[in-house]
């Protein structure tokens, strides 16, 4: 297999633990524009990952002004709550991400909220210079996940490798599996600490599942090793139960 010299991760979910922010956020948003949220947040976890532009175009059919009103008042809320110290590093995930620039990788951060969140996000946990680079779906044309465009981005933003074969992706949401899948990536973890199951993501393509992010390096340096088999959809990560 080819050096994964490219790790593409996310970040609510993944490498940052919001404790359900995101929809606190979004009924907040709701309730901030006169719409009642609860019929809103089946949509809003089936689409976990997703751009959050694109889940408000969705939920007010289509009305760009009203999206864009409903995604300021998102950005707002969410910031709110970060500032008050709503969130935390998923355990490991700094020393993941250290370990992983350490091997020789390029690090890439990714979200689908605006860069101004993303921003609140790495300033409050200290992260400004923990990754390589950081990319909002605004970096990439205004496309989010699932669509491949972040992870190409970042491919083509750092020059860290000449194949999407060498990129690996981790993410918990199917949104993040099906950006993996459709940019070609080489690896496509899942991990277990966000939104979405291990069924639900090893169906949208997830090639190992993780307990956390903490076990990338090693799941890297396994499917890296002569004779290791090509990654599978499906198959359980290093130390990961079957």
Known sequence: MPQLNLVVLDMAGTTVSDG???????????????????????????????SKISVFRHLFGGDEAMARRANTAF????AERVAAGAVTPVPGAADTVRALR?????????T???RVTQDTLLDALGWRDLADL???????????????????????????????????????TAYDMLSGVRAGAGLVAGVLTGAHDR?????NGATHVLSSVAGLPALIEAVEAPGAQEPGAGKPGVGEPR
Do not use: K, N, S
């Open 20 to 50: 359900g922010l995101v929809e606190d956020a979004f009924a907040a948003a709701a309730r901030r524009l006169g719409e009642d949220p609860a019929p809103m947040l089946g949509h809003v976890r089936a689409t976990m990952g997703e």
């Open 75 to 78: 950005e707002e809320a969410y």
């Open 102 to 110: 350490e091997a020789g990788r390029t690090v890439v951060l990714t």
């Open 112 to 114: 689908g909220f605006a």
């Open 134 to 172: 950081a990319l909002c779906p605004a970096d990439a044309g205004g496309r989010g996940r699932p669509c491949p465009d972040l992870v190409l981005t970042a491919l083509l933003r750092t020059g860290a490798v000449d194949d999407v074969r060498q990129v690996a992706v981790a993410g918990d």
């Open 199 to 203: 069924a639900r993501l090893t169906e």
